[in-house]
């Protein structure tokens, strides 16, 4: 998938894939993980954006939205949150 994608962007492709060769396992493994993570949670692409407040379910954005919808979810998951009590 990437190296189609790097094809149709105009890399070079051998530069491209000698790169993809050389990350380090460490990196490898949490590109991996994320992947799979991101997976579990239903991404299907990028950008996905996940928003979790303490006590409210997750909200999830598969796509790019622009910023009101992003304003518009925030100011519902204040509005829906419990005051702080402050000692």
């Known amino acids: 998938a990437l190296s189609g994608f790097a ?5 070079n492709t051998e530069l491209f894939a000698q790169c993809m060769q050389e ?7 949490r590109i991996d993980a994320d992947r799979e993570n991101a997976k579990a949670i239903g991404a299907r692409g990028t950008p996905y954006t996940v928003m979790v407040v303490d006590g409210l379910p997750p909200a999830a954005f ?5 910023y009101s919808v992003f304003k518009d979810a925030i100011d ?6 419990k005051p702080i009590e402050v000692k």
């Open 7 to 11: 094809l149709s962007s105009g890399a």
């Open 23 to 29: 990350i380090p396992a460490h990196v490898k493994e």
């Open 62 to 66: 598969s796509g790019a939205y622009p």
């Open 76 to 81: 519902k998951a204040i509005s829906q949150m």
